[in-house]
């Protein structure tokens, strides 16, 4: 519960990193998401991996827009720069943030119905525009805060808990992703944390648009017979005059998975998961073979995880739109405001 607060004191045993900070100081309140869910497993790889990286909690800035995975930014790095924006549209705040100030890591946390529905344009303009980000979409294909629809990203014939079968096709954020421009392209899974963690460093450290789908199973809304993205869910005491959810416990769903081993995950309902890691030999850098493998894969049922693509030679928008290396933000009036001269001339060589 978010009333309870962490103890502040630490043991003092607890390992720290190269600038003196435990794990714990990455940690953010106590999640109020459901009991196994895959969002907290994102969190806790999100906490492992800016420890690892020795990265000072004020040096990162992390934004969110609406729906359960945008409440996650809460429960990790809870001295950091924290921004909730409206639905859909975490992507330009953060842009502008990142145009004011460039010394910052950004961090976009989104979900897919904030980023594959509403939030699509705002979506595609960050990954062509080359924003440097780390963008991670926890990605379950329903709406969690009402009631389980099908997201955007649910795939085609799959079914809802009432038994409405998705006739729509699903919108693929990292075939997207690829299309547009991204520099650094994954897909992982919310239960594979030795593999996610890796993931999320590289994403931090990219010099471009880095963009992470993970798949994250929503413990309480879609785990019925029929669903592709699920854990098992339990309704009961349905009363015209009130309702009370009964979530039953589950364990958290983990996995390991060689390079180039294909992992069936037997979910709570039954159903199979089929992901397929990357061979450590696989060229990360071709984009066009990205697509045509990951696409390939998808026909046979298979969902590949793993570095998808990335351009070790990324820039972004700064180098684009060629702005100063003082931080917007660190700028005094003149030198934003140089005056009718400046002006007049920059008018003159747009004539």
Not at 168 to 185: I, K, W
């Amino acid at each position: 519960m978010t009333y309870l607060t962490k103890p502040r004191l630490h043991h003092p045993t607890l390992q720290t990193n190269k600038v003196g900070y435990t794990r714990r100081d990455y940690e953010g309140r106590i999640s109020t998401l459901c009991a196994g869910c895959g969002h907290d497993s994102i969190s806790a790889a999100i906490i492992q991996a800016c420890w690892e990286l020795d990265i000072e909690p004020h040096r990162v800035a992390k934004l969110s827009g609406i729906g359960c995975s945008s409440k996650t930014p809460d429960y990790f790095l809870g001295a950091s720069h924290g921004f909730n924006t409206v639905h859909g549209r975490m992507p330009s705040v953060l842009t502008g943030a990142n145009l004011a100030n460039h010394d910052l890591l950004y961090l976009g946390v989104s979900g897919d119905g904030d980023s594959a529905s509403i939030g699509l344009g705002q979506f595609a303009h960050a990954m062509r525009r080359g924003v440097r980000m780390a963008y991670i979409v926890e990605n379950n294909g329903v709406y969690g805060l009402t009631k389980g629809q099908f997201s955007a990203t649910a795939d085609q014939g799959s079914k809802s808990k009432k038994g409405v079968v998705n006739s729509d096709s699903p919108v693929d954020l990292v075939a997207m992703a690829l299309q547009l421009g991204a520099t650094y392209v994954a897909r992982g899974f919310s239960g594979n944390k030795a593999q996610l963690v890796p993931l999320i460093k590289g994403a931090m450290e990219h010099g471009g648009a880095a963009f992470i789908d993970v798949i994250s199973p929503c413990v309480a809304f879609n785990n019925h017979p029929g669903s592709t993205k699920s854990y098992d869910y339990v309704r009961e005491h349905n009363e015209a005059v009130s309702r009370i959810e009964f979530i039953s416990p589950r364990s958290e769903i983990t996995i390991e998975a060689a390079p180039g081993e294909v992992v069936d995950v037997r979910q709570h309902d039954g159903s199979l998961l089929r992901l397929r890691s990357l061979h450590t030999d696989y060229d990360a850098t071709d984009r066009h073979a990205a697509m045509n493998f990951m696409q390939a894969h998808q026909a046979r049922g298979e969902v590949v995880t793993g570095l998808l693509y990335v351009d070790p030679l990324a820039t972004d928008l700064h180098t684009s739109l060629n702005t100063t290396t003082a931080p917007l933000n660190a700028l005094n009036a003149p030198e934003l405001c140089p005056g009718a001269v400046a002006l007049a001339k920059l008018n003159a060589s747009l004539r």
